[in-house]
């Protein structure tokens, strides 16, 4: 099994510089998922997801219980995930062109991962949505498709009567009424267990973007019936006063009005279904990362390869009174994060990182030439000793000079007019009780604002258009 695989490396892979197997540079096995936030099992956040497979991953390496990304939409977010560069470094308010990414990396003094894999001397091998889109151009050996459109991502559900029949959003979730047609996720596992089986003539960084669950959540009926009884399906917690003690810019931001709303999803009897679909497209991409763990066990180098596992942002199901992305809570920036491979013992982690940091972590640990221009850092201190002391704030920004501020414990928000929110995990998980009021933590609002970056190259005219798209819908009214 690959549990066990990786525990019988542990004696003699402890070298963390380079996890090189004689002169040999590791493989990457890159797997990433869309809109993914914490319900899989090993996050310890959610009881009843299906999530056997993403479990296992864990199990082998370091689950990282605290990550976060740096932007709560996919495009800025892999964006900052693929150069190391926070989106306002960057100056990405929207969703950037794959190409125009790189070039501004490199303008930077930085690069890609998968570029810089490729200078390097790695094969690099790409499927599915990895960048907003796919790759940018000549970055890659050989890639495949990305795979299915924003409105369908594979799966009709033409015959049925939308569940969310509203403008402004994809969301939507059911049963495909074509269940006999490969999903683009089934057909881009295949393309990654190909070449999992194929001999390589270089070290290979090999890429896999799935799209689930991504809205909408439509999926074959056996994956809803993998949970038979529905009913008993526990959902978010939910406040309906929780935004009575925020400022009324987080609201207008941070409340995405084409989504749809928790109190719509009461009234209407809906909540549940959603919850099931979403939980559904879950196990769906479950299974197709067991698939491609399964492939790497019993291929030539499932002793030499390094697998991460991340989603591009976290999402809301309810919590806050929506179901969206789009905010600076800590449910849109909240995500699955795995590093396993030889030498990496099994440990959950809870000290506070950035997906920004994953670039970082790969070039040292196949030993690499660093890049000055990232402002992530290596996790290898915390793969060496997750325990270990990291006084790193992780940063995010949404719709221009908004930020939150995250450590282990407390979750800092300031905007840009100058209104905060301060919330303690600890006593406060849901984030329930906005603490920035009281006086008694002044010091510690002014200790965590320190980590806010003082640069913000996002355009206005994308900050607009952001905060346009947010706000159209603010006056429908859902009956």
């Known amino acids: 099994m690959f549990i066990r695989l990786h525990y019988a490396l542990l004696a003699s892979l402890v070298c963390y510089g380079s996890l090189a197997v004689g002169n040999e540079r590791p493989n990457i ?7 993914l936030n914490d319900v899989p099992t090993f996050m310890g956040t959610y009881e009843g997801a299906i999530t056997p497979n993403m479990d296992r991953l864990a199990a ?7 990550a976060h990304v740096q932007y709560p939409i996919c495009g800025p977010s892999r964006a900052s995930i693929m150069s190391g560069i926070l989106p306002t470094t960057l100056g990405y308010a929207t969703h950037p062109n794959d ?4 070039e501004r990396a490199q303008e930077l003094g930085g690069d890609t991962i998968p570029n810089y894999f490729k200078q390097s001397g790695y094969k690099v091998m790409g499927v599915g949505k990895l960048f907003h889109k796919h790759l940018p151009e000549g970055t890659f050996t050989e890639s495949g498709t990305r795979g ?8 009709s559900y033409s015959k049925h009567k939308r569940n969310y029949p509203y403008p402004g959003t994809g969301t939507d979730w059911g049963v495909t009424d074509t269940p006999d047609k490969p999903m683009p996720d089934e057909k881009n596992a295949d393309w990654v267990i190909q070449r999992l089986q194929q001999q390589h003539d270089a070290p290979f960084l090999l890429m896999l973007g799935l799209l689930r669950p991504h809205v909408p959540w439509i999926v074959r009926q056996e994956y809803f019936d993998r949970y038979p009884e529905p009913e008993k399906i526990q959902m978010m917690p939910y406040k309906a006063d929780d935004l009575d003690d925020v400022p009324e810019i987080s609201r207008r931001l941070n409340i995405h009005s084409a989504m749809p709303q928790t109190d719509w999803l009461i009234r209407t009897g809906k909540w549940n279904f959603m919850m099931h679909a979403y939980l559904a497209s879950t196990t769906f991409i ?3 990362i067991g698939r491609v763990l399964d492939a790497l066990e019993a291929s030539p180098y499932a002793n030499n390869t390094i697998v991460v596992f991340w989603s591009d942002h976290g999402y809301h199901l309810g919590e806050k009174g929506t179901t969206q992305k789009h905010s600076l809570w800590q449910r849109s920036s909240r995500v699955p994060f795995i590093i396993a491979g030889p030498g990496i013992k099994p440990a959950l982690s809870k000290r506070a990182v950035g997906l920004i940091d994953l670039f970082p972590t790969l070039v040292e640990l196949c030993g690499i030439e660093p890049l000055d221009a990232w402002e992530g850092r290596s996790l290898v201190p915390l ?9 790193h704030p992780v940063i995010t920004s949404w719709a221009g000079s908004n930020y939150a501020v995250q450590t ?3 979750r800092y928000i300031r905007y840009t007019d100058g209104s905060e929110e301060l919330y303690d995990h600890e006593k406060d998980p849901h984030e329930w009780k906005n603490l920035s009021a009281l006086s008694e933590y002044d010091s ?9 970056p003082t640069v913000d190259n996002s355009s206005p005219t994308h900050v607009k258009s952001m905060i346009g798209s947010i706000n159209r819908y603010r006056d429908r009214v859902l009956e």
Do not use: C, H
Request: hydrophobic letters at 35%; aromatic letters at 12%; zero cysteines.
């Open 148 to 155: 299915g459109g924003f409105g369908g991502f594979g799966g």
């Open 408 to 410: 282990e414990r407390y």
């Open 99 to 102: 190409n125009a990414v790189q």
């Open 444 to 452: 510690l609002k002014q200790t965590l604002s320190k980590g806010i």
């Open 383 to 391: 793969l060496e000793d997750p325990d270990k002391p990291w006084d």
């Open 29 to 35: 096995l890159f797997i990433s998922a869309d809109d």
């Open 286 to 288: 479950d299974d197709q």
């Open 60 to 66: 082998s390496g370091v689950a990282f219980l605290n």
